[in-house]
């Protein structure tokens, strides 16, 4: 399989340019707006074939992205995280043409980790829930994407949820919060704890990236997914399985 890789010079594009020729995958372009060290510099000056592209770069180029693969009828791998609510939407516009597998994590892991979680909220419908992530110094965007997509699992159980940012100053715990709070520090490749607690007993269900290579191999493994599939949004649910 022939394989664009947008966002070809970051930590994550990196990942994956090294990661799929090891695993049988070509490549067949690498972008990244530096345009350096072989790069195009846009998705439209390659138009060679190609039959996936994977985006790991920023949200602020959604609309480049998705009008190059809609236009080429390309299947997406949309990793990046941080989208506004309208650019998100540009995303879901697009999978009305072609198949687009969209998640903030790439990991089965935390796939995992969201169903347990969304049982737990089902389960301890009254008590309290905090996430908590940490990410290296260098992250652009807080809260992370999987923070919000964990914080999602709860509240498709408790549809009054309502998200907390952190906290400051004088404001009581109410208790349909989600507290949400980003640590960022170091070189921490990704980390995610949901707290559920009562009064007389504390769960904890956590997740903790050691290598990059995970969220790469399971990009690899969105786009193996991908070949072939209608047009919609498909996200890690569907490789998870029953
Ligand atoms: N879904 C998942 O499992 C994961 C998602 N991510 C997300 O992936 C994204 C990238 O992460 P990471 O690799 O750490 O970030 P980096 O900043 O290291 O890499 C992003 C790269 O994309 C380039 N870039 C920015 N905008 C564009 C554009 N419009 N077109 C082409 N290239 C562009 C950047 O260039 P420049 O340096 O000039 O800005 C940079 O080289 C983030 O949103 C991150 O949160 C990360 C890990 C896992
Ligand atoms: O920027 C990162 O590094 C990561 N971003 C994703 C997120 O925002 O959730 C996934 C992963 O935790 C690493």
Not at 70 to 94: D, K, S
Not at 194 to 208: E, G, M, P, R, S
Not at 214 to 220: R, Y
Request: glycine share 10%; proline share 4%; hydrophobic share 40%.
């Amino acid at each position: 399989m022939d394989i664009i890789v947008n966002g070809a010079r970051g930590r994550m594009g990196q990942e994956v340019c090294r990661l799929l020729q090891e695993d049988g995958h070509r490549l067949a372009a690498a972008v990244d707006r530096s345009g350096q060290d072989g790069c195009y510099a846009r998705l439209a000056d390659y138009t060679g074939p190609a039959d996936v592209v994977i985006d790991f770069s920023n949200h602020e180029g959604v609309e480049e992205l998705m009008a190059y693969c809609v236009q080429r009828g390309l299947p997406l791998v949309a990793a990046t995280t941080g989208y506004t609510p309208e650019e998100f939407q540009r995303i879901q516009e697009g999978a009305r043409t072609i198949p687009v597998f969209q998640s903030y994590n790439m990991s089965i892991g935390v796939a995992l980790l969201a169903r347990l979680v969304g049982q737990a909220a089902a389960i301890f419908g009254g008590c309290d829930v905090e996430i908590v992530e940490a990410h290296h110094n260098r992250k652009a965007d807080a809260p992370s994407g999987t923070a919000l997509l964990l914080a999602d699992a709860v509240k498709a159980r408790r549809p009054d949820a309502a998200y907390v940012f952190g906290r400051a100053g004088h404001h009581p715990r109410q208790p349909n919060e989600i507290g949400i709070h980003s640590l960022r520090m170091g070189n921490v490749v990704g980390e995610h704890e949901v707290i559920f607690a009562t009064d007389n007993q504390t769960i904890t269900l956590k997740h903790q990236a050691h290598d990059r290579a995970l969220f790469a191999e399971g990009a690899l493994a969105a786009a193996d997914f991908l070949q072939g599939q209608p047009a919609g949004l498909y996200h890690m649910e569907d490789l998870l399985g029953p």
